[in-house]
């Protein structure tokens, strides 16, 4: 078989079994359409290679774009429009999910989020009744809609006899444990709250997508009465695309938990006039009770919210939220090999690997005869647009993080650096073995930047004991061992390449240190 099947079917296995494999780790199972979604896509692929069929190989990587990357990257989509509250169209999402992945209650998603609607309309009756129509079906989703109809109508009680009753469901769940949470803080039983979080904390950690993650921290810190801490998560995560007035509720309602009753009243009345029906329901039951003092917290409950704090600002330091847009030496470095590739194609220089020698390819016995140019130029130059899109995917998905905790100077020292150094290493490995060899692309100085990423967080590790960075240091090196797995199964790429990137670019990065 080509190289290009032999690549494609190789990444389609482990980006669909990665798959399975990180929803298991991050909800404790794996949803039953995502399982039957996945295990075809992999017989497609499986029996495209047994039959050397690259047309069926290739179907099976669109089979994994339409089914698999297309719905969850319209979820995610449809997530941030609810936070911001534009319910309409996150529905219309949701039904082009439904569509596509029918299964695991994704039927049923749009007519919650219709509900959702209709409550921040102020029809709590309408929504009340599609909610108790979607609840009474067989679906995944079900415990959410319970979660809905409690929270609709304020009935927080009802939500912890109803959780009591499935603690199994509530830790299974990631979209119902943020409101439980709520429910136990609504209710004054903190010690309640704080104990659920503290049993539930390592899945609270893995959640995803982070939004649940972030509202479960939320509701610990607004009823701990952390008012200053519950300002950063709404700065620092996606509630800082939620509606004013929705931010401004939280942080009073932390105030008022801190014991600053004044101040807690004076901004609830202030956002009022500026609230949506729902919440407005919410604010004017919390300011019937605003003059009752906040139930207090155990010295243990104290002792384990500054304990949270302290865990959760060096976490932010290592693996906060970062923007690709905000990657100005990533975004550039992207530009330089996407116009380099736009000119191959011009010269019709792709998949013709005489006219990419030509170009500068890293030719090693060019290279010793001194056309040293070759180490730089073979870096921006690829194969076809499979190894260029392969290459710019790993340099997005990592470059920003990178990017954000070393500086743009040490960026772009680690990815040249790294770059140059494997291309250097590639010519003396194959001097030294009596070789020939043509080597072209990015991948050398991407994978310079993971070396780099697990040094940053090796780092942390070791300075501050961030459990966060030894997590994310761990899955940097699982991504190296993929890779070269991948290079000795895959004839035709270069494993020394690879390999020798991210040694070269984990030295730079652990001297220089990170800018943040």
Same mark, same amino acid.
């Given at each position: 078989?080509?190289?290009? !099947?032999?690549?494609?079917f190789?990444?389609?296995g482990?980006?669909?079994?990665?798959?399975?494999?990180?929803m298991?780790?991050?909800?404790?199972?794996?949803?039953?359409?995502?399982?039957?979604v996945?295990?075809?896509?992999?017989?497609?692929?499986?029996?495209?290679?047994?039959?050397?069929?690259?047309?069926?190989?290739?179907?099976a990587?669109?089979?994994?774009?339409?089914?698999?990357?297309?719905?969850?990257?319209?979820?995610?989509?449809?997530?941030?429009l609810?936070?911001?509250?534009?319910?309409?169209?996150?529905?219309?999402?949701?039904?082009l999910?439904?569509v #596509?992945?029918?299964?695991?209650?994704?039927?049923?998603?749009?007519? !919650?989020?219709?509900?959702?609607?209709?409550?921040?309309q102020g029809?709590?009756?309408?929504?009340?009744?599609? #909610?108790?129509?979607?609840?009474?079906?067989?679906?995944s989703?079900?415990a959410?809609?319970?979660?809905?109809?409690? @929270?609709?109508? @304020?009935?927080?009680?009802?939500?912890?006899?109803?959780?009591?009753?499935?603690?199994?469901? *509530?830790?299974?769940?990631?979209?119902?444990?943020?409101?439980?949470?709520?429910?136990?803080?609504?209710?004054?039983?903190?010690?309640g709250?704080v104990?659920l979080?503290?049993?539930?904390?390592?899945?609270?950690?893995?959640?995803?997508?982070?939004? +649940?993650?972030?509202?479960?921290? #939320?509701?610990?810190?607004?009823?701990?009465?952390?008012?200053?801490?519950?300002?950063?998560?709404l700065?620092?995560?996606?509630f800082?695309?939620?509606?004013?007035?929705?931010?401004?509720?939280w942080?009073?309602?932390?105030?008022?938990?801190?014991?600053?009753?004044?101040?807690?009243?004076?901004d609830?009345?202030?956002?009022?006039?500026?609230?949506?029906? &729902?919440?407005a329901i919410?604010?004017?039951?919390?300011?019937?009770?605003?003059? &009752?003092p906040?139930?207090?917290?155990?010295?243990a409950?104290?002792?384990?919210?500054?304990?949270e704090?302290?865990? +959760?600002a060096?976490? &932010?330091?290592?693996?906060?939220?970062?923007?690709?847009?905000? !990657?100005?030496?990533?975004?550039? +470095?992207?530009?330089?090999?996407?116009?380099?590739?736009g000119? @191959?194609?011009?010269?019709?220089?792709?998949?013709?690997?005489k006219?990419?020698?030509?170009?500068g !390819?890293?030719?090693?016995?060019?290279?010793?005869?001194?056309?040293?140019?070759? #180490?730089?130029?073979?870096?921006?130059?690829?194969?076809?647009?499979?190894?260029?899109g392969?290459n710019?995917?790993?340099?997005?998905?990592?470059?920003?993080?990178?990017?954000t905790?070393?500086?743009i100077?040490?960026?772009?020292?680690?990815?040249?650096?790294?770059?140059?150094?494997?291309?250097?290493?590639v *010519?003396?490995a194959?001097?030294?073995?009596?070789?020939?060899?043509?080597?072209?692309?990015a &991948?050398?100085?991407?994978?310079?930047?993971?070396g780099?990423?697990? %040094?940053?967080?090796?780092r942390?590790?070791?300075?501050?004991?961030? %459990?966060?960075?030894?997590n994310?240091?761990?899955?940097?090196?699982g991504?190296?061992?993929?890779?070269?797995?991948?290079?000795t199964?895959?004839?035709?790429?270069?494993f020394?390449?690879?390999?020798?990137?991210?040694?070269?670019?984990?030295?730079?990065?652990f001297?220089?240190?990170?800018?943040?």
């Amino acid at each position: 078989m080509s190289v290009e !099947a032999e690549l494609l079917f190789w990444w389609l296995g482990f980006v669909v079994v990665g798959t399975l494999a990180f929803m298991r780790f991050s909800q404790r199972r794996v949803l039953r359409g995502w399982l039957t979604v996945g295990t075809t896509i992999l017989a497609i692929a499986l029996v495209g290679r047994l039959s050397e069929s690259i047309a069926l190989i290739r179907a099976a990587a669109a089979l994994w774009l339409l089914l698999m990357f297309v719905p969850g990257v319209l979820a995610q989509l449809a997530i941030r429009l609810v936070v911001r509250q534009r319910y309409a169209a996150a529905r219309a999402i949701q039904q082009l999910v439904a569509v #596509l992945h029918p299964c695991d209650g994704c039927r049923e998603v749009p007519a !919650a989020m219709r509900a959702m609607e209709l409550a921040s309309q102020g029809d709590l009756d309408g929504a009340t009744a599609i #909610l108790e129509a979607v609840a009474r079906k067989p679906s995944s989703v079900a415990a959410e809609v319970v979660v809905l109809l409690c @929270q609709i109508g @304020q009935r927080w009680g009802d939500l912890l006899a109803w959780a009591a009753e499935r603690p199994e469901i *509530v830790a299974r769940e990631p979209g119902v444990l943020s409101h439980v949470l709520r429910a136990h803080g609504e209710t004054g039983d903190l010690t309640g709250m704080v104990g659920l979080y503290d049993r539930e904390r390592s899945i609270i950690d893995r959640m995803r997508p982070h939004v +649940l993650r972030d509202s479960c921290r #939320l509701m610990l810190f607004v009823y701990g009465g952390r008012p200053e801490f519950v300002e950063r998560i709404l700065r620092q995560t996606v509630f800082a695309a939620a509606p004013a007035p929705e931010q401004r509720f939280w942080t009073a309602v932390a105030r008022w938990a801190a014991g600053d009753g004044e101040a807690a009243r004076r901004d609830l009345e202030e956002v009022l006039p500026e609230a949506s029906p &729902s919440l407005a329901i919410a604010i004017r039951r919390r300011l019937a009770n605003i003059d &009752s003092p906040p139930p207090a917290l155990d010295e243990a409950s104290q002792r384990f919210l500054e304990a949270e704090e302290g865990r +959760l600002a060096q976490e &932010s330091r290592y693996v906060g939220p970062v923007s690709l847009r905000s !990657a100005r030496a990533t975004l550039v +470095l992207a530009g330089i090999n996407l116009l380099v590739f736009g000119a @191959q194609s011009l010269l019709a220089a792709t998949d013709d690997w005489k006219a990419t020698h030509d170009l500068g !390819a890293l030719c090693t016995d060019c290279v010793i005869r001194g056309e040293w140019w070759r #180490l730089a130029s073979s870096t921006v130059l690829h194969a076809n647009l499979l190894h260029l899109g392969m290459n710019l995917f790993g340099l997005c998905a990592l470059g920003p993080a990178a990017e954000t905790a070393l500086g743009i100077r040490r960026f772009l020292a680690v990815y040249v650096g790294a770059g140059l150094g494997a291309a250097a290493t590639v *010519v003396a490995a194959a001097w030294l073995q009596g070789e020939r060899q043509l080597v072209i692309g990015a &991948s050398g100085a991407i994978m310079g930047v993971v070396g780099a990423t697990a %040094a940053v967080m090796l780092r942390g590790w070791l300075s501050e004991g961030v %459990a966060a960075a030894r997590n994310r240091g761990l899955l940097m090196a699982g991504y190296i061992a993929a890779q070269s797995l991948i290079d000795t199964l895959v004839p035709g790429l270069s494993f020394t390449t690879h390999l020798a990137g991210a040694v070269i670019g984990f030295p730079i990065a652990f001297v220089a240190g990170p800018k943040r």
